[in-house]
């Protein structure tokens, strides 16, 4: 009879076998993410019993729009997506039946306020709960309870929101208690643990820290594109390397940026077909030529500046602005990004960038709009898309509405104004588009939740009043005393006051294209004026001794000087320029002043 050895045997460790990550198919550490969340230190909100069978998803609070990383099963019994139809969107998809929301927009299926708390409590990294209506796939809708706890890291940093949901419909008794806060516990064990949906990312092979990924969100296609798309393109190929190539030069060929290669000394070695229409030049004429050949003079060396930086940093987003020089119609702003490409083979640099046309800013002077007997002084600046996104706001937006310039942009001002105002708001912004220029008095809710008196005017952006269509909305937001508008119509659409003195001046002449300097310089000298004035304002409102008036214009001495050519701050001298004395670095001004003595002489030479 066989002896049987009951003892478990040794199993021999080998340092080398990839057994990092072999139990996360996803490579997330979701038991490491609900520790943190059980033993986070001071709870505001009580949760009461949690477990796996638990409706729950995690989001990257470091990423854009926060993505969801990861959900539950049960998350998925719950709204009947897919795990590939989650991960990578923000749970906003939950509140429309198509799942179609925008970032910012007022939502038409759902209560704004409660996606307001929602936001607002999240910007503050605190624990919130709030009750909302979401929308299953197919588009039946079910109350859901909202509990959304912040997971910091190692560095007490918010890294991570856990957002566990409940749907009150089918769960009535799932309350345990409401707390004192207004909050309530609540039960998140479901009954039955609905079968697990298996993704179809799911590896059975062993995952290591340095191949660690998150889940994507559709399944990775074996195919470039389907044979009907191939073939429709005329794209033709014996291998998929070839196949590959040729979808890319069809990309570059069809794209409307300006997707072009530059050498590290500036000479363009790629320029894509949009380089004929952007730029009224065609490919062929740029390649092989200098970026100085079409780049505004005042531009090319900051230009050239951040080229040369860029290549010590392989790893940084290069982001230029400058004037370029289309074939027929003159200068025009344009923004290139892009990032350093090293050949490794021939251990070559080259700088691969895309460019677009950059609107500026115009507005006269005649075309303000003052409101002296509405506004109380408070006022902020905002520039806007043509559908009312904020995508830049004054520092100042704090002293009228409580919120800081980055919490209001990249939001609409859909989300801030009362319901009684979006029809009002909408149709300004139709008038703006056909380039009027538009009065409201309407509400805006602050940081505290309070709506706001608000008197608001709005101009086109970057043309002048009924020439052409804008790209973009200028905001001048004011705060009111009152909400009465006594006797004022709501909405009104005004004509620019042509009376008085510089009617014509350009308030943004700093950024015409035909300036005779770049617009470092140009903003370093509105840094400078800026100083000044406020140096004035407040010796006029608390006036000190001689003596530290004395100290202060010593210290303002201090400010660093530009030079107009070349940007450059240090320098022994500074030299004349074009405009005035001291204007030019010691080796800018020295080159000017060999140029004008070389034109006088030949003025001299010529009436001889």
């Not at 477990?51 to 990861?70: E, G, H």
């Not at 900051?302 to 987003?317: F, Q, S, Y």
């Given at each position: 009879m066989p002896i049987v050895d009951l003892q478990p045997a040794q199993v021999q460790q080998t340092s080398d076998a990839p057994l990092t990550g072999v139990y996360s198919s996803s490579g997330f550490d979701m038991v490491g993410i609900l520790s943190r969340l059980?033993?986070?230190?001071?709870?505001?909100?009580?949760?009461?019993?949690?477990?796996?069978?638990?409706?729950?998803?995690?989001?990257?609070?470091?990423?854009?729009?926060?993505?969801?990383?990861?959900?539950?099963?049960?998350?998925?019994?719950?709204?009947?997506?897919h795990e590939n139809e989650i991960v990578g969107r923000n749970c906003r998809f939950l509140q429309a039946p198509d799942g179609q929301v925008t970032c910012g927009s007022r939502r038409t299926y759902t209560d704004n306020q409660a996606v307001y708390h929602l936001k607002a409590q999240m910007l503050q990294n605190k624990e919130h709960q709030a009750s909302i209506i979401n929308y299953r796939k197919g588009g039946q809708p079910f109350v859901n309870l909202v509990t959304v706890i912040p997971i910091t890291d190692d560095n007490n940093q918010v890294c991570f929101f856990v957002g566990l949901q409940v749907?009150?419909?089918?769960?009535?008794?799932?309350?345990?208690?409401?707390?004192?806060?207004?909050?309530?516990?609540?039960?998140?064990?479901?009954?039955?643990?609905?079968?697990?949906?298996?993704?179809?990312?799911?590896?059975?092979?062993?995952?290591?820290?340095?191949?660690?990924?998150?889940?994507?969100?559709?399944?990775?296609?074996?195919?470039?594109?389907?044979p009907e798309i191939l073939e429709l393109v005329n794209c033709s190929g014996e291998n998929e390397q070839q196949l590959q190539q040729q979808w890319n030069k069809l990309l570059l060929d069809q794209s409307e940026d300006f997707i072009h290669v530059l050498s590290l000394k500036g000479f363009f070695?790629?320029?894509?077909?949009?380089?004929?229409?952007?730029?009224?030049?065609?490919?062929?004429?740029?390649?092989?030529?200098?970026?100085?050949?079409?780049?505004?003079?005042?531009?090319?060396?900051?230009?050239?500046?951040?080229?040369?930086?860029?290549?010590?940093?392989?790893?940084?987003?290069?982001?230029?602005?400058?004037?370029?020089?289309?074939?027929?119609?003159?200068?025009?702003?344009?923004?290139?990004?892009?990032?350093?490409?090293?050949?490794?083979?021939?251990?070559?640099?080259?700088?691969?960038?895309?460019?677009?046309?950059r609107p500026m800013y115009q507005m006269l002077r005649k075309e303000m709009v003052h409101?002296?007997?509405?506004?109380?002084?408070?006022?902020?600046?905002?520039?806007?898309?043509?559908?009312?996104?904020?995508?830049?706001?004054?520092?100042?937006?704090?002293?009228?509405?409580?919120?800081?310039?980055?919490?209001?942009?990249?939001?609409?001002?859909?989300?801030?104004?009362?319901?009684?105002?979006?029809?009002?708001?909408?149709?300004?912004?139709?008038?703006?588009?056909?380039?009027?220029?538009?009065?409201?008095?309407?509400?805006?809710?602050?940081?505290?939740?309070?709506?706001?008196?608000?008197?608001?005017?709005?101009?086109?952006?970057?043309?002048?009043?009924?020439?052409?269509?804008?790209?973009?909305?200028?905001?001048?937001?004011?705060?009111?005393?009152?909400?009465?508008i006594d006797g004022c119509p709501v909405l009104e659409s005004v004509s620019p006051d042509v009376h008085g003195e510089d009617n014509d001046e350009n308030l943004f002449a700093e950024l015409e294209t035909v300036r005779g300097t770049s617009w470092q310089y140009e903003l370093h000298q509105l840094q400078l004026a800026n100083r000044k004035l406020k140096e004035q304002l407040e010796s006029y409102i608390n006036p000190k001794t001689k003596k530290q008036r004395k100290k202060r214009t010593a210290d303002s001495s201090d400010i660093p000087k530009m030079c107009a050519q070349c940007q450059s701050t240090d320098s022994p001298e500074w030299r004349k320029g074009p405009n005035g004395p001291k204007e030019l670095c010691n080796a800018c001004g020295l080159r000017y002043a060999k140029a004008l003595a070389a034109q006088k002489s030949d003025t001299v030479n010529s009436q001889q």
């Open positions: 059980v033993n986070r230190p001071n709870p505001q909100i009580n949760l009461g019993p949690i477990d796996m069978s638990c409706s729950f998803l995690v989001t990257d609070a470091r990423q854009f729009d926060c993505p969801i990383v990861y959900c539950s099963p049960t998350f998925e019994h719950l709204t009947g997506y749907d009150l419909v089918e769960q009535p008794n799932a309350i345990l208690e409401k707390m004192k806060n207004g909050t309530y516990m609540v039960n998140y064990q479901q009954m039955n643990i609905p079968p697990y949906i298996p993704g179809s990312s799911f590896s059975s092979e062993p995952v290591d820290d340095y191949f660690r990924e998150l889940p994507t969100i559709a399944p990775a296609s074996g195919t470039l594109a389907s070695l790629y320029c894509s077909r949009s380089t004929s229409h952007l730029l009224e030049h065609d490919p062929e004429e740029l390649v092989g030529h200098p970026l100085s050949s079409i780049c505004h003079p005042s531009d090319i060396v900051p230009v050239m500046r951040e080229v040369k930086e860029a290549a010590g940093n392989p790893d940084k987003v290069v982001s230029l602005i400058y004037r370029v020089r289309r074939k027929y119609s003159g200068y025009m702003w344009i923004e290139c990004q892009g990032k350093i490409h090293i050949d490794q083979s021939k251990g070559r640099k080259c700088l691969i960038l895309a460019g677009r046309e409101a002296p007997n509405v506004a109380t002084g408070s006022e902020f600046w905002a520039k806007a898309s043509l559908s009312g996104l904020f995508l830049h706001v004054t520092s100042t937006s704090e002293e009228v509405v409580g919120f800081a310039a980055d919490d209001l942009k990249g939001a609409t001002l859909y989300q801030y104004v009362g319901d009684n105002n979006v029809r009002d708001i909408t149709r300004a912004l139709e008038l703006v588009k056909d380039g009027h220029i538009v009065n409201l008095h309407h509400t805006m809710q602050n940081k505290k939740g309070e709506y706001i008196p608000i008197f608001s005017t709005f101009y086109p952006g970057d043309t002048s009043p009924g020439v052409g269509r804008p790209s973009f909305v200028l905001a001048q937001i004011r705060a009111k005393e009152s909400a009465s």
